[in-house]
């Protein structure tokens, strides 16, 4: 029996891209991911608490690929910036054309403060499978 469509879970696929940590300014980069044959997904960046009393926060969530799960490169026009504490962005990607990895990265920055940090967490939700489990 296939996948039923009241079931999502069978057409979908959720996975922590960025594991939930209090980052200072710094890029962080997620885990490599495969794509298994999707070919759209959507990332969500999640900013929690924010300390340090910066004037402004700016972490940009971006999406990158790799043929070998070790070089990546930015994927163009998929990122979205977060500015606030207490905050998400998301944003939706077209996987089709990518290489067979995928990762998140937060690039995570602040004006002022003293020794500024941030509580940041992303999530990578794929589908359009090209083969449906069975």
Known sequence: MGPNIKDIGAYIDAATAISPRNSGAATVNGTG???DGRRSG???GS???VSGAPTAVSIQFKLQDSADNTTFADVAGASATATAANSE?????DLS???KFVRVVAVVSFTGGTAPTADISAALVQGGAE????
């Open 42 to 44: 959507v990332v969500l």
């Open 97 to 99: 054309g990518l290489k």
């Open 47 to 49: 900013v929690g608490a």
């Open 33 to 35: 991911l495969s794509r």
């Open 89 to 93: 962005v998301e944003f939706d990607v």
């Open 131 to 134: 083969v449906l489990p069975v």
